[in-house]
């Protein structure tokens, strides 16, 4: 690998590690972090949701980012650094608020962060997007996933000891410091320009009557529902049922998060050889088995296993559906397809963190672990008008 090459994929990966450890908190730990504060399942499912709004978001930040040179500085690189500053600055501000006193203030706090981070995904897709050729669409998206994954797992165990033994504000100070890590790279990076087939044409948006695009939309939708519904409630269950530490909730993300790379690098490769309809099919069978197994288990020893499977069908799904997505998206409105498309995937997140929430405090965590698992078989419907007959395998 050439070495502008190799800068290119760290710079992703180090911009998506950098996401993975603030997701691996709201998504993981923010869950405990509240409720040290006395603030019920309920409460958290809606400020979750909240914080994730800006993702649903995404596609008005992508057709800025297409349309919009700033100040002549380019059409990605200056939005990605914006977004991490802001995140940053938010995540230094977060540790002065109580939330038990100031709940709807947490939530205006979490809802700005995460504002900050899709501005600057939404950027580093579009940039992706704009440089990755076709055949090497696999290995970015790839480094992409695996990257993020790579930030849950080692930020997942750091987070959990800091707050445990120095208190949760090093916590936060700690995932800024991180998000300003990847400015290393992006400031050496040059930004290329557009090519004519790159030129932001609003007649590109017609793709989105199509059925095929509206059916991978909602797949995205659901997938998203199910296993970020699912991982909200896993450490919030271990922690309810066999009494785990935070420091431990910290060691099953990590688990967790090791499991979603091995998924994102065997996903890939086995998508190239058996095809993106099959490895959907294969995807979601995973990803039931693995959340109805959790509803199941017996022992904190025993969850370790099912934590990883579970992390294994995570990024598996997901490095599916980000590929199948980078393949239909038009490099006219590059970053606003993509991001659309996500978006559509984030509203499943947005209701399935809600949801999930509400279910464990009516009808427990076990059930609401089968209610999730269940609902993975929507998505077979959706497979023909996604795919039709023109998926094939690709032969080795």
Known sequence: MDRSKLYRYSMFALLYFAQGAVLSYFTALNAIYLQSFGISMTKIGIISGLALTPFVLKIFLGMISDRVNFFQLGYRKPYIIIGLVFQAVCLTIVPLIHPGNHFGLYGLLAFLT???MALYDTCTDGLA????PKEEEGTIQGFMVGGRAMGVVVLSSLIGWLAQTYGWQWAFWLLAILTLLPLLLVFGYHESDRKPEQKFDWQAFGAFRHWPIIALGLLGALYSL?????????NPFLQSTFGISVMQAGF???VWGLGVVGGSIFGGR????????RAVVSALLVSMLSIGALAITTSAGLAWVLVALFGIAFGYYETIYFAISMEKTDPRIAASMFALLMAVANVGTGIGLPISGALSDSIGYRWTFIVIAVLNLLAIPLLSSIFGNHNKPVKS
């Open 252 to 254: 099953y993300t990590t």
């Open 226 to 234: 199910v296993i970020n519904g699912a991982n909200e409630i896993v």
């Open 270 to 277: 086995l998508t190239d050889r058996i095809g993106q309809r």
């Open 129 to 132: 997007l704009d440089s990755t």
């Open 114 to 116: 995460m504002t900050g």
